[in-house]
């Protein structure tokens, strides 16, 4: 396969991979659950493994900064290595979710697999803690365990990381633009 026949099947698929009405109105829904905790004093916290931790700070920091609503990350070095540490690999998000999520604020879980025990243990202590609102993205099978704890579950039809992982930026990012009503904006 030539490499520019590559390139073009792999945007094509990706272009279908975006092409999912279901989307759309979870984008809204999650839109209004954003602006509703922060108007209560809420927050919303979010979670990512590698790939997906990166995108989760790019979200965080875009959606504080320029639609002015609260999200909080947690990829700090000495935080993932204390809890990790002293609580095994496995509970750190866990933990995170108990000393930092109060009643009433929103999470969202990012696992391009759908299956890491990282993310189903802390969707199972936001449960406990009272978030209100557990927003997942996932990919690879449809019946993973992250999206059996989610209330709304964005699910990517795929099991190539790249585009999975692509298609959950490109979702977030867009909420924050849905969030702030255009997407030309100056840096503030």
Not at 55 to 71: E, G, P, Y
Not at 117 to 125: L, S, V
Request: net charge positive.
């Amino acid at each position: 396969m030539s490499e520019i026949k590559f390139l073009k099947e792999y945007f094509s698929n990706l272009k279908s991979l975006l092409d999912n009405e279901k989307y759309f109105d979870d984008l809204v829904k999650v839109k209004n659950i954003l602006k509703k905790s922060h108007s209560s004093g809420k927050k919303t916290m979010i979670f990512g493994n590698g790939g997906s931790a990166a995108i989760a700070s790019h979200f965080s920091v875009d959606l504080t900064k320029n639609a002015r609503v609260r999200c909080t990350n947690y990829n700090e070095s000495d935080l993932l290595t204390c809890f990790s540490n002293d609580y095994g690999y496995e509970r750190w998000v866990e933990k995170a979710i108990d000393f930092y999520g109060d009643k009433g604020d929103s999470l969202i879980l990012i696992s391009a697999g759908g299956n890491s025990p990282n993310m189903t243990n802390g969707a199972q202590q936001a449960k406990k803690t009272g978030i209100s609102n557990i927003i997942t993205f996932t990919g690879n099978d449809k019946n993973n365990n992250l999206q059996k704890l989610g209330d709304i579950n964005f699910w990517v039809n795929s099991k190539a990381y790249n585009h999975i992982e692509n298609i959950h930026q490109i979702l977030l990012l867009s909420l924050v633009d849905l969030i702030i009503g255009k997407t030309e904006y100056p840096p503030n």
